[in-house]
């Protein structure tokens, strides 16, 4: 992609920065956290000191103080060498953090977003539940106010960082007869669940936040990709929130998520063309050192029509990805953009990394290689943040609403 088209020179900065240290400090771990299924606290510190963990938001909220397209390029460069250390800054920025910088009032944003975007604390957001996933109105977790306080039940399913976090969206049910309009936003607060490696790094746990009793994570997911980040249950028993960590108004709790979703869509898109694009690099790479019949494979047709298609492929769902951001960052609509970018490149991440494996042959049917490792990690960028099922419904609704005029 034309470089000039999108990126100004910071746009350019940040991609070296973030190829620098991915190819340093990543490359060499990604396959043991992964085989191992281990958070990376040390490079999470080494993001968190980088900048990465706030890389959007305002210098005077602990941010880095770049834009949208920024973020996209930082998370695109990590998945292209590990796509568990990139949803970790996309899922601590996008989901943990954004609500509260978007919807939180002036003081929960001072209370909290320093925390989150310094990378001295991690972020998640509550919303999937055992019978709310692609749902997102069928939220069974209740709020019940009650002198000064919400009481929350229930729990929820499928959360990034539910247990090495400490910050965390949730959304519950504060009027169970007034449908989507009655469900609301909280922040609440509880510890890492790896207090010993978070002390034992510096980062991670914040004294300054209360635990609140009841609210806990659940066991561990066994995932078959993205396997060094942290994903788990979110269990609410009568956890007493302050009636001040209601983020937002009482009953646009659905509305806000949907938009929180949106930016979450463009994110995952390009986490997608991150994996794509590493794919491609190792294929490149293999094909140009393995000979089969006296000549290296990339002298083949077959292979060259592969890499081709990748390549090209890969370049479409680029422009999709950083112009989607860009109508974000004007403040122009993007919903159906995002996704569209959502579905093009999550798909391509499997089409892509499964090429990548059949060039490589049986080595890449081995852990010797990663890209068995890049085609697990696809797999759930087609399911994450709305399936490839729901963009395609997300799509059609903005294509009549735009028929209807």
């Not at 991915?22 to 958070?39: K, T």
């Not at 210098?59 to 695109?76: P, Q």
């Not at 990590?78 to 899922?91: E, K, N, P, V």
């Not at 399913?157 to 469900?183: C, K, L, N, Q, W």
């Amino acid at each position: 992609m034309h470089d000039s088209l999108y990126f100004n020179d910071s746009h350019l900065a940040v991609r070296e920065m973030v190829r620098a240290f991915a190819l340093e400090h990543v490359s060499p771990v990604a396959a043991h956290h992964d085989a191992e299924s281990s958070f990376p606290w040390e490079n999470v510190k080494r993001m968190g000191e980088l900048g990465l963990l706030g890389v959007p938001w305002a210098e005077e909220l602990g941010g880095a103080g770049f834009d949208t397209i920024a973020f996209m390029i930082a998370i695109e460069e990590l998945a292209r060498i590990d796509a568990s250390h990139s949803i970790t800054i996309s899922a601590h920025t996008t989901l943990g953090t954004s609500p509260i910088v978007y919807f939180g009032t002036p003081e929960q944003q001072q209370r909290f977003v320093p925390l989150l975007s310094s990378g001295q604390v991690l972020g998640g957001f509550g919303l999937t539940e055992e019978s709310a996933g692609s749902d997102a109105g069928g939220t069974r977790t209740t709020a019940v106010k009650k002198d000064g306080y919400y009481v929350l039940n229930g729990s929820k399913r499928f959360i990034t960082h539910a247990g090495v976090g400490e910050v965390f969206v949730v959304t519950a049910v504060t009027d169970p007869s007034a449908g989507t309009r009655g469900i609301s936003s909280f922040i609440l607060t509880k510890e890492t669940c790896d207090l010993e490696a978070c002390r034992a790094v510096g980062i991670g746990h914040s004294d300054a936040l209360p635990n609140m009793a009841g609210f806990r994570a659940g066991k561990k997911e066994d995932k078959l990709g993205w396997r060094a980040s942290d994903t788990r249950e979110l269990l609410f028993d009568n956890v007493e929130v302050p009636a001040e960590n209601l983020l937002g108004t009482e009953g646009l709790g659905f509305i806000n998520f949907m938009k929180t979703l949106d930016a979450g869509r463009i994110g995952i898109a390009a986490l997608s063309i991150g994996i794509a694009q590493g794919a491609l690099d190792e294929a490149l790479k293999y094909a140009s050192m393995r000979k089969q019949f006296g000549q290296a494979i990339v002298s083949f047709q077959g292979v060259q029509f592969q890499l081709s298609d990748m390549a090209t492929e890969i370049e479409a769902g680029r422009h999709l990805v950083y112009h989607a951001a860009w109508l974000s960052q004007q403040g122009l609509p993007f919903g159906k953009e995002a996704a569209m970018a959502k579905l093009f490149c999550s798909e391509l991440a499997m089409r892509a990394t499964i090429k990548a494996i059949q060039i490589h042959g049986g080595y890449g049917y081995t852990k010797e290689y990663p890209v068995e490792r890049y085609m697990r990690d696809a797999k759930i960028c087609e399911i994450g943040e709305g399936t490839s099922e729901i963009q395609r419904i997300v799509i059609a609704r903005h294509l009549l609403k735009e028929l209807a005029g």
